[in-house]
C-alpha cells in the first residue's frame, strides 16, 4: 500500500499530508512533484491545502493544467483513492473530477477555526469507519469555500447519496448559523459517483491528533487504508 | 547612463541626508560622490539602515546568554531550544507604508521578516504581530486596521505559515500613526543556520527570486522621517508582496542550502540590492562587485539609481561555492525562479557597480556600515505630570454603585474584548505544529522531531512608557516572561521593537533611553538576552507622535509538551487561587481611560525579584502537575482576567465562578476597595485553578519561595459572582459577559461594509 502527496508550487498543506500518512497511521507515502505524468505504483494520491499558484485567477484554475493531474484523473478512471482537502478540493472541482464550485466565502473573507460537520454516508473508502449521522469536529481554514452547483446537480448527489460531509451545529442540526462560508445545502464534502474521489473543505489532517485539540480526521485516513488494505486481500 | 547633476543642497535633502552629513562622505570619500552613490550612501545613512540615533543605546542591552547562538547583526536572532533544535526569531516593524498603503504594507511586512528567517536557513514555522491603530470610532482607522489585518492574513496564510498570536491595542496617539510589528519564528538543525556573509574571493553572486521593478524605491528613507499631509503621496514607495512567489523562493533556498554549495545568504529588504551586497561584503571582509545589465528586471529603462534602490519584494542575494553556480541555478529554475550570476566577491572590501559597461558606483564598505554616522542626540527628560490619586474619584473616595455594569463597559473595550474577528483571518493551524489556538497567554508550537515545545508571546504597553518609560519597559518584559510561564515554558530570549515619535526631539530620545535601561534592567533579572530586533522612529504625523512603544518578543521552551498549560477554567468544584498580591497600581491602567477617560500614572510598582518568585511556583506547579490553569492577570486587572478563564473555548465549557475574599489595601478609601481589588493592574500575579486535594501543596510552594498566595473562590455554576468583604458586588450570568466579551470587533469592524 503506498500513498502520494502531490506537491504543487504553492502547496503548504504537502508536509502536513505526509505527517499524518507516515507518523500518525503508520503507512509508506512519497512527495509527487506536479510535473509528474505517472502514477504508477500508488494506490491513494492527496491533493493537499495551500494556495497552488497563489491561488491568482481562481482558486485551483492553474493547477489543474499541471502535467500530474492528467495522471490523477485516469488514475481515478482506474479505481485508485483520490482525496482532495481544502485547496484540493478545489482543484478537483475545476479539473472536473467532481462537479460543482467553490466561491468566495459568504462574508468575503478568510475563516480559519473548528466546525462541527455531520458525516451523511458512509459506504465510501474515506468514511466507512465513520457512523452515519457522525458529529466531527475538524478545522476550516480557507478563503473560497463556498460549495456551489446547479440545481440539477445537487438534485443528483442528494439522489446518489455523494454528499459525505454537512457543517452542522453542535448537536448535528444542520443549520443556517452553523454554515461557516455558505455553501449551498451546508455541503462541506461530496465525492464522484464512483465514490472513491472525495473532496472536503475541512482539514482532517489538521485534527488527527489529541495535542492539536482533537483526532476525528484520523478515522478518515485510517479508513482509506483499511479500505486499500481490504482491496489488496481480494 | 545618468547624466551627473551637480549635486546641490536640495539632492542632498532628497537623500534624506544632512550638509554635515554630506560633508564627512566627501571627506572620507576624497572626491564628491556620483548621484548612484548618493542615493546609496543616504539609504545606507538612514535612520532605518544605520540605527544612528539608537546605536549608542542598543549598546547597553544584554544580548549574550548560555542559549544565545547568534545575537544581533545578523538578519535574525538564533537560540539553542536543546535536542539539537535551534529557534531563529525577529520583529520587525512595517509602521510608516501600513499608514500610506495598509494591505500591502501590512503583507510586505510579513514577508521581510519571514525572509529574515529562512535566509538563516530556518523554515518559518510560527507568526505573530503586534498592532496598534487609532480608536474605531473613526472610520479611517477602522478602514487601516482591516487593511492590515487583511494584508497580513493573506500573505502569512498563502504562503503557509501560521499567525499563531499577537497583540492589538488602540489609542489617540495611533489614529495616524498605526503601527504593525511582525514577528517570525523558524526550526533549524543545530550547525544547518546560514549567515549574511560574501566569503571566499572569487565567488559568484548570485541574484535569485523576483525580478526588479520601480516599486519601493526609497521605502528606508521613508521610513526615516516623520509624514506630513502630503504622506499619501508617497505610496510609489510601498512595496508590492507577492506570497506565493516568497513561497517558491522559501523552498527554492532550503533546497539549495541543503546542497552545501552555498556559502552565504541574505534577503534584499530595506534598501534592496545596496544593502544586501555592503553589508555581505562588510560581514565577510571582502567586497562584492556587480554588473546591473545582468540584473533581471521587470521593466525597462531603470537607471542604476533605480536599480540599486528597487525594494521590490521576494528577492535574494546568495553567495555561492565557485564552480557550483550551475546546479544552484538549476534548483531555481526548477521553482520557476530566476537565478543569475551577477557578480563575484571581491578582495577589495569594497562595492563597485556596474551598468553599461562603465563602473557607476566604486564605495568602500566601511563608509557604508560602520562609517555612518552615530548621533548622541540630546535628551531632556520629561516624565508626564498627574497622579490618579488627585483625581476627582479617588479624592471624593466616589466608588462604583453597580460593579458588574463596570465590567461589562470593561469587557467590551476594544483594548480587552476578544480578538476573533482578527485571528479567525489567519490561518493558525497549517503545519500541525499549534498547540494552543490564539487568546491564550503565549502561542505554543510543538518541535515534531523532539518532545519539546516552544513558546512566544508579544507585549508592549504604550500607555505605561508614556507615563513611565523606565518602568513601563520593565513591566513589558516581565508581562512577556510571565505570558510565557503560563504556558508552561521557560523564557528564553527576547526580540524587540522599538517604535518611538521623531528622535530629533530630545524628549522622545530620552524616552528612547530610558526604555533601554528599563528593558536591560528586566531582561537580567529573567535571564533573557535580545537576540536582536528593529528601531522605528518618526513615527508621528503632522507633529504629533506616538507613545513610546516598544513590543517585546519572548520566546521560551517548554521541555515535554504535556507540560502545556492553558488559562481557561476546566472543572466544577475546582479551587480558584491568586499567586502574587494586589495592591494600588491603578496608574496607566485600562479602567483609568475607560472609566475615567484619565492616562496617569504612577505605573504599578514591580518588583523583579517577586516576579521572579511568582513564575517560579507557577511554573514548578505546572512540571508537577498540580494546577489545571494558569492566566496572568494584567490590561484591565483581575475582573477581567477571571472572565477570560470563564468563556467557553474549542472542547472547553464555559464555567461560573464564586469568588470570596476579604480585601483591605492599605491607604486606600474603603469604597474603592472594590475598583483597587476589580481592576489594578499589579504585576507578579498569575490566577491558578487546581483540585482543592492539591492546594496544600501549592500553598507549601508559595511560601518557599516567598510568595503571597490568595484563595479566590471556587469554579462552579453558571453566574459570575464576586463577594468582597461579605457583600456581592457582581453577579452576572457568564454567557451574557461572554457574549458582550465576544462581539465589539465584529460590530465595529462591520461597519465598515455598511460604509461602503
Redesign the interface.
Known amino acids: 500500500m503506498k500513498f502520494g502527496v502531490v506537491v504543487f508550487?504553492?502547496s503548504?498543506?504537502d508536509?502536513?499530508a505526509y505527517?499524518?500518512i507516515s507518523?500518525v497511521i503508520g503507512q509508506p507515502v512519497d512527495f509527487i512533484w506536479h510535473q509528474a505524468t505517472s502514477l504508477e505504483g500508488y494506490d491513494a494520491v492527496i491533493l493537499p491545502?495551500?494556495?497552488s499558484?497563489?491561488?491568482?485567477l481562481r482558486a485551483g484554475a492553474i493547477a489543474r493544467f499541471s502535467p500530474i493531474m492528467r495522471a490523477v484523473t485516469s488514475f481515478a478512471a482506474t479505481g485508485g483513492l483520490v482525496l482532495g482537502i481544502c485547496n484540493g478540493f478545489q482543484i478537483l472541482c475545476e479539473s472536473g473530477l467532481l462537479p460543482g464550485a467553490l466561491l468566495p466565502n459568504r462574508t468575503m473573507?478568510?475563516?480559519?477555526?473548528?466546525v462541527h460537520v455531520r458525516v451523511e454516508a458512509t459506504d465510501t473508502p474515506f468514511t466507512h469507519l465513520y457512523e452515519r449521522g457522525q458529529i466531527l469536529?475538524l478545522?476550516i481554514?480557507h478563503?473560497e469555500g463556498n460549495y456551489y452547483c446547479d440545481a440539477e446537480t445537487l438534485e443528483r448527489l442528494r439522489r446518489e447519496n455523494r454528499i459525505l460531509l454537512r457543517y452542522c451545529d453542535e448537536q448535528g442540526r444542520v443549520t443556517e448559523e452553523a454554515n461557516p462560508n455558505g455553501s449551498l445545502d451546508n455541503i462541506a464534502g461530496i465525492c464522484n459517483r464512483q465514490r472513491n474521489v472525495f473532496g472536503l473543505m475541512p482539514?482532517p489532517?489538521?485534527a488527527?491528533?489529541e495535542?492539536?485539540?482533537?483526532a476525528d480526521g484520523r478515522i478518515l485516513f485510517h479508513s482509506m487504508a483499511m479500505a486499500l488494505a481490504e482491496l489488496a486481500q481480494d | 547612463m545618468l547624466e551627473q547633476p551637480v549635486i546641490t543642497p536640495q539632492l542632498i535633502e532628497a537623500q534624506g541626508l544632512t550638509e554635515d552629513e554630506y560633508r564627512r562622505i566627501v571627506e572620507r570619500l576624497g572626491r564628491e560622490p556620483n548621484l548612484v552613490e548618493l542615493g546609496i550612501i543616504g539609504v545606507m545613512w538612514s535612520e532605518h539602515c544605520s540605527y544612528k540615533s539608537s546605536k549608542v543605546h542598543l549598546r547597553r542591552l544584554p544580548t549574550e546568554g548560555e542559549c544565545v547562538v547568534q545575537g544581533p547583526g545578523e538578519n535574525a536572532g538564533v537560540v539553542d531550544i536543546g535536542d539539537g533544535w535551534y529557534v531563529v526569531f525577529k520583529i520587525e516593524s512595517h509602521n510608516h507604508p501600513s499608514f500610506i498603503e495598509p494591505y500591502q504594507g501590512a503583507a510586505t511586512g510579513v514577508g521581510g521578516i519571514l525572509r529574515d528567517v529562512f535566509t538563516m536557513g530556518a523554515r518559518p514555522v510560527a507568526a505573530m504581530n503586534s498592532l496598534r491603530f487609532g480608536p474605531l470610532t473613526e472610520p479611517v482607522n477602522r478602514a487601516i486596521m482591516a487593511g492590515v489585518v487583511k494584508g497580513i492574513g493573506d500573505y502569512g496564510n498563502s504562503f503557509g505559515v501560521p499567525t499563531v498570536g499577537g497583540e492589538i491595542m488602540f489609542g489617540e496617539c495611533y489614529a495616524r500613526n498605526p503601527l504593525v510589528n511582525a514577528f517570525a519564528l523558524g526550526l533549524v538543525r543545530e550547525g544547518r543556520v546560514f549567515y549574511a556573509q560574501a566569503g571566499g574571493v572569487g565567488n559568484p553572486v548570485l541574484y535569485v527570486g523576483a525580478k526588479t521593478g520601480r516599486d519601493g524605491i526609497h521605502g528606508a528613507t521613508m521610513a526615516s522621517a516623520e509624514f506630513d499631509e502630503q504622506a499619501m503621496e508617497k505610496r510609489p514607495q510601498v512595496q508590492v508582496g507577492d506570497p506565493f512567489m516568497e513561497k517558491l523562493l522559501l523552498e527554492a533556498c532550503l533546497e539549495a542550502l541543503r546542497t552545501g554549495a552555498v556559502v552565504g545568504m541574505q534577503d534584499m529588504g530595506a534598501a534592496g540590492l545596496t544593502c544586501s551586497t555592503c553589508e555581505m561584503g562588510a560581514r565577510a571582509g571582502t567586497g562584492i562587485e556587480i554588473d546591473l545589465d545582468r540584473v533581471p528586471q521587470r521593466e525597462q529603462g531603470m537607471n542604476a539609481y533605480e536599480i540599486m534602490l528597487s525594494e521590490s519584494q521576494e528577492r535574494m542575494l546568495l553567495v555561492v561555492k565557485r564552480g557550483r553556480e550551475r546546479e544552484i541555478i538549476k534548483i531555481f529554475e526548477k521553482w520557476g525562479l530566476d537565478a543569475v550570476v551577477i557578480g563575484r566577491v571581491t578582495e577589495t572590501n569594497r562595492l563597485v557597480v556596474r551598468h553599461g559597461g562603465k563602473v557607476v558606483v566604486d564605495l568602500p564598505n566601511r563608509l557604508l556600515t560602520e562609517d555612518a554616522p552615530i548621533y548622541h542626540r540630546p535628551m531632556t527628560p520629561a516624565l508626564p505630570e498627574g497622579d490618579y490619586h488627585r483625581l476627582p474619584f479617588w479624592r471624593e473616595a466616589s466608588g462604583h454603585e453597580d460593579y458588574g455594569e463596570v465590567l461589562r463597559r470593561m469587557l467590551a473595550s476594544p483594548n480587552l474584548c476578544s480578538r476573533e474577528w482578527v485571528y479567525r483571518q489567519y490561518d493558525h493551524m497549517v503545519r500541525t505544529n499549534s498547540l494552543t489556538l490564539p487568546g491564550e497567554d503565549a502561542a505554543v508550537i510543538r518541535v515534531k522531531e523532539t518532545r519539546r515545545a516552544v513558546a512566544m508571546t508579544l507585549d508592549g504597553n504604550g500607555r505605561y512608557c508614556h507615563l513611565d518609560p523606565r518602568a513601563g519597559a520593565r513591566l513589558a518584559v516581565a508581562e512577556a516572561a510571565r505570558n510565557v510561564v503560563c504556558v508552561g515554558a521557560r523564557p528564553l530570549a527576547i526580540t524587540n521593537c522599538l517604535n518611538f515619535a521623531s528622535p530629533e526631539r530630545p524628549d522622545v530620545m530620552w524616552s528612547f533611553s530610558e526604555v533601554i535601561d528599563g528593558m536591560a534592567e528586566a531582561c537580567r533579572a529573567f535571564g533573557t538576552p535580545v537576540t536582536g530586533g528593529n528601531v522605528s522612529f518618526y513615527n508621528e504625523t503632522e507633529g504629533r507622535g506616538v507613545y513610546p512603544t516598544p513590543v517585546i518578543g519572548m520566546i521560551g521552551v517548554i521541555e515535554e509538551s504535556r507540560h502545556l498549560m492553558t488559562h481557561r477554567f476546566k472543572d466544577e468544584g475546582d479551587l480558584i487561587l491568586l499567586l502574587g498580591e494586589t495592591s494600588d497600581d491603578l496608574g496607566g491602567s485600562e479602567y483609568l481611560e475607560r472609566m475615567h477617560r484619565a492616562v496617569v500614572g504612577p505605573v504599578p510598582r514591580l518588583d523583579l525579584a517577586r516576579e521572579r518568585a511568582v513564575q517560579e511556583v507557577c511554573l514548578t506547579a505546572i512540571r508537577e502537575g498540580l494546577i489545571k490553569s494558569a492566566h496572568d492577570c494584567s490590561d484591565g486587572g483581575l475582573a477581567i482576567a477571571l472572565a477570560e478563564c470563564c468563556f467557553s473555548g474549542h472542547r472547553n465549557r464555559r464555567h461560573g465562578v464564586e469568588i470570596d475574599v476579604e480585601f483591605a489595601p492599605p491607604e486606600v478609601p474603603e469604597a474603592l476597595w472594590p475598583v483597587i481589588f476589580l481592576f489594578s493592574e499589579s504585576p507578579s500575579r498569575i490566577i491558578v485553578s487546581l483540585e482543592p486535594v492539591k492546594a496544600d501543596r501549592l500553598r507549601e510552594l508559595a511560601r518557599a519561595h516567598g510568595v503571597p498566595i490568595t484563595e479566590l473562590g471556587r469554579v462552579g455554576g453558571e453566574r459570575y459572582r464576586v463577594n468582597l468583604n461579605r457583600q456581592t458586588i457582581i453577579d452576572e450570568p457568564v454567557t451574557e459577559l461572554e457574549m458582550i466579551w465576544r462581539r465589539p470587533l465584529d460590530e465595529w469592524l462591520s461597519l465598515n461594509v455598511i460604509a461602503e
Open positions: 508550487p504553492g503548504n498543506c508536509h502536513d505527517h499524518v507518523k491545502g495551500g494556495f499558484y497563489g491561488d491568482y473573507k478568510f475563516v480559519c477555526q473548528f469536529s478545522p481554514a478563503g482539514h489532517e489538521r488527527a491528533e495535542a492539536l485539540g482533537g
